[in-house]
């Protein structure tokens, strides 16, 4: 408990600052952060009254992707604090965000997930394999793109893409 | 070992015994032709005599040059750092070996492998279902990495069959492929009674992309890429060992100054990762803070991989030859003033979970996979050196490693603490180890040569932060991939998850989990 304490007052709020000795030399992306962070909440808060829910489903991604979402979730991008939200259901979710190419395994679970969401709801597809296949256009095993099999109204693009352009895609998206 | 002691050990298992050649094709790999007949017992003196699991067992289609199947079985002589190849010829109309999975069971889950993929059945063996190819989308009869495979023809679809453990008050809980969390796809079948669990089934598969079909055909520089792709969280390792391969068939010697820097790249890789699960096994148990304070951690290690590369998963900086990005006096700096900090922000998070006693208590003896087990399932890397299996390819087959006096580390207990241990041990010795390699480098040299493609087959290896990665590869005269073998340290380990948890009641099964950290692309390629 004292290590807690002490560390949390030693290291501040890192949110605002960014300013965890590892990350301080590091040039930083912490302005554009905030301030596109603030344009987010206001639009979110515009369109979806409070928050956005996303649910996310990996159909057949390398797991960097994955990686990286959960890093938009970390203390120093913190996409919570704009009002986005990752859920554990599909009947909590407004979007559902689809990673890597859809395996002709997935294809079933991924159809289950959206028709389990609730109407209004929309699909995001993000990095470059859930836009276009990637490395694993034409094989065997790939059904096809999201685009293929769900409406998808917003690509991330990147490989991956990182923490800033998922935030910055979402903006531009809900504008 | 030279050939001729590893041809007197099989004799001295078994009598009398007749190779149809023995050829030591690299320094590291001897290559080892039997006749399928003597294909089992071969295996078997091996795996007696070296006490090494199968590493890799493969088939390759060359029906349309020479009219057969070619299986190929790998082991590893560690302590010589050397791999061991034992391959036969088999018929196209008969299309069957033998099965090891009864004596070797590490063969197993790659007997399955072969079977779904190729159509060529290992006889006796005691269990063929599919891993892969799920019975519900894939008719029966298609064999995808058959070279002549073109086009899906229909067939009968079925389903799967589930191991069932049956009994008083025994029941199933199935879990997944889609999860709570932002992870990938897996379906896991637990069979309870109570609390605790006393089966789990891992029924994996659904990340497949056919990945090393795509290989076939392609150029080796253009496939770095799609090797990359493998397993996004060791993107290195595999493009490292992808390269390997390729620089070891076309004779092709890299500048020292890359081999220091795809050592740095590769430590970084595993900094990154480990300080991830240390984070996530904060989370499975509900300790948010030290999570939060690794997932710091691991932005500023991959902001640093941005800043070096330009890439923060270090995606673009292998190439055939060498490497692509150097390092300046300037990044140089950069990267021991960083390493410096980190090392203090990564000590203050050991400080935090080593003195929250309800966390130690939870993983304690959580998830013990025991020494005996691991070697029977043939686990690798991590996993097994933390139920205390010397097996590191660092250690072994790495001579810029031996000279910074890389310290193999190992625990006993096997369960979640020992893997954490482990992890914080190998995070510390990563460090250690850029320092020194930053060390040797030296300015303005080449950091890649132009390469010439050969004709020829040979394995490429690393140890990846999970494991070692295995890459067999068989190009042809024109610098084309034939055939491409990718073994991800995650498709041996996710056995040893299940037999980890046994015991364990489901609320530690992420925690298990966690501190596996397996994955699901890398597994199911």
Redesign the interface.
Known sequence: ????LK??ILKGI?TRRIE?????????ADLSVRRAGSELRSLIRKKFGRSLHIR????????????????A????YDLQRFGVN?V???RHADALLVT??V???????LNK?YEAMPEPKFVIACGD?ALGC???K?????CGAVKDILPVVLHIPG??P?PLQIILSLIAFLK | MVCSEIIAGIKNIFGTFEALSVTQAYTDEIHIKVSPGLFKDTCLALHKMLSSSVYMLFASDERRARGIFTINCVFGNLKQGQWIIISIDIPQDEAYFDSLAKTIYSASLFEREIWEMFGIQPKGSPDLRRL???N???PKGNY?LRKD?QK?QAGDLGDYEFDRVEGDGVFEVPVG??H??????GHFRFSVAGEPIINLETRL???????E??FEGQSCIEAI??AE?????A?FAHSLAFTQAAEKISGIFIPKQAVYLRAIFLELERMYNHV?DIGGMAVDVGFS??S??A??????L???N??LTAS??L?KVNTVGGVLKSLDENKKQ?LL??LK??E??FN?LV??LY??VSFMDRIDTTGALRRKTAEGLGVVGLIARASGIPADLREYFSTIYKEARFKIATEESGDVLARLKLRIAEFKESIRLIEVFVGKLADDKEINVNPEFKEGRALGYVEGWRGPVLYWMEIDTAGLIQRCKVVDPSFLNWQGLSYAVLGNIIPDFPLCNKSFDL????GDL
């Open positions: 408990m004292l290590q807690i560390n949390r890192l965890l000795e590892s990350s301080r030399v590091i040039g930083d996310q489903v990996d159909t057949g991604s390398c797991g960097a992707c994955e990686s990286e979402i959960i890093s979730n970390n203390p120093i990752f554990a259901s599909p890597g190419p395996s002709k395994n997935m294809l079933i679970a997930t394999c990637g490395p694993f034409d094989s065997y095993y790939v490989c991956p990182n | 892969r190819l799920h519900e989308v894939w995808p495979f899906l492929p889609v709570a969390g932002i992870i990938g796809p598969g659904f990340t497949h992309r056919g990945v079909k795509l890429r799609l792709c493998v397993s996004g969280d993107s991830n803070f030290p939060a304070y997932s710091v951690i691991k932005e500023a991959l902001k640093l941005d800043l923060r998963y995606k950069i003033d960083s900090r980190i203090n922000d203050e400080k935090i003195s929250s994955s699901y692309s890398g």
